[in-house]
């Protein structure tokens, strides 16, 4: 399996013929290691210079491809519209013609000139690809220089004090050329073209929409799909009522909302209920819900009497809004995908294999995966096969710890089952709340002696004293997906989160389902380790 880093990433994405365009990652992340492990003051402080002269040149360097790519584009988006503005006055100036008399004319004037040229339609593809290549590249370029300056304060040692070069250059990074909103203005322009010509094709075009809840992890799909975000106001009354209006015409076009249920848990559901229906009421084709963390998940259930099983009640409100089709990632219960109608399909993606190539990273010795609780053996199980394909895989076995709770949170006893001493220990779960649990169930592997203890959830939440317990417990490192964005109180509190992106498996998942190609093969553990590495 590759390995998950930010630079093979990069590698992989760099559009051919385009790679001046692209950040120098590698070059600019090995100077900074040269530097912190150089003793010498004077050669030190010479090959700081050198970092911030080559950070410099490679900002000047992207700036320059994106204003060349952005002229270029320009001058082509001029060219199709008095291209198509040709077109309609000939249509007028034949007394509004029948549109597939013109098509035959033009049809036959293109055969019998032998063309060469790419017509109309194929460079109104080309353009669209391009557009989508450069927003991708904007993207990338973000992250690349984000990363490469928190690096910088990492290798020396000025993370979370007042030296830290990050919050400036980020602040600066925005105001770069390659941020500006030329890009944004062509794409408004292509957009009317590209409407017109879907319109008379009859073509299905793919809307992205994202609500309030998770914002960057919207932007980096739609990067990787290659297409704008639509934009959509998501506002708030004085009294707090949601105020939804979608910006972008949606009519005939495939709609994919991205929004997680996460905290504020009802606060993000109203918005999503009322995302779906305005794209409904907009007359869109489909409308698809991305709920990367489905909110309500834990209460799947009758378990006392007289209560509500708000699991299926909040499907049957999607549903009733006029949801398509729902896409989520890991769900607490995988029945709840039964809880939907048959009509409408529920695809249940695994993020379980991205954090099985990042241990693998990680030189684990005796490596034991173990479940929290006895209703997490099959999760913890299918987190254990994932280490099967790699290339010398280890020894893995599975331990489970059970408990018995006193109420909702609140466990009174616990008891392992297998053997880890001399062991790294992995605790798998689908989410992290307050981590009580998790810390307890780290403390308990430790005192059976084991040598190290992680943890990786899907969905983490951290709500209330939860980073503070897991900085005071024996965890070495926990590992989320960003299905739930990590609150900034979170990373203060604690630096033993780590957080991986799900970016490149919901793509793939949305580009199947668009396409009509399958996407079984997300299901497939070790087949979607490749997807997401």
Sequence with gaps: LSKMKFGLDLKQQIVEGWESGYIGYDDLKELIKKISSEMEKETKKKREEDFFLLLEDELEKVNRFYLEKVKEFENEVERLEATAARRQAKKKSRGGADDTEIKSEELKMMSSLALSEPTEQERMIKLHAQIGQLQASVWLNTQGFEKIMKKYDKFMGLRHTDKAKTPEFESRLRNEAFKSDRLETILERFKLMRTRMNTEQGRVE???????????????????????????????????????????????????????????????????????????????????????????????????SRVPISAADVARMMEAMGVDR???VDLHCAQIQGFFGPTTPVDNLFAAPIAVNYFNMKGLESPVIVSPDAGGVARAKLFMEGFSRLENPPEVSLAVILKQRAAAGVVASMHLVGDVS?????????????????????????????????????????????????????????????????????????????????????????RGIHYGTSVSALFEVNIAADLIA
């Design 326 to 328: 729902v896409v989520c």
């Design 422 to 510: 001399n062991c790294d220990c992995i605790i798998v779960d689908d989410m992290i709340d307050t981590a009580g649990t998790l810390c307890a169930a780290a403390n308990e592997l430790k005192s059976f002696g084991a040598r190290r203890v992680f943890a990786f959830a899907t969905h983490g939440l951290f709500s209330g004293p939860a980073p503070d317990r897991i900085e005071q417990c024996v965890l070495e490192e926990v590992v989320v997906a960003n299905t739930v964005p990590l609150r900034p109180d979170v990373r203060e509190r604690t630096r033993k989160i780590r957080q991986l992106s799900i970016g490149k498996l919901v793509y793939s998942a949305i």
């Design 206 to 304: 793919l809307k992205l929409i994202s609500g309030s809840a998770n914002k960057p992890l919207a932007e980096e799909i739609a990067a990787r799909l290659g297409i704008p975000l639509s934009p959509a106001k998501v506002r708030r009354f004085n009294d707090g009522e949601v105020n939804i209006q979608l910006c972008d015409s949606v009519r005939g076009c495939s709609v994919f909302i991205v929004q997680p249920t996460c905290p504020p848990v009802n606060d993000h559901l109203v918005e999503l209920l009322l995302l779906i229906s305005a794209a409904r009421r907009a007359s869109a084709a489909s409308v698809t819900a991305v709920v990367p963390y489905y909110g309500y998940a834990r209460q799947d259930r009758k378990d006392r």
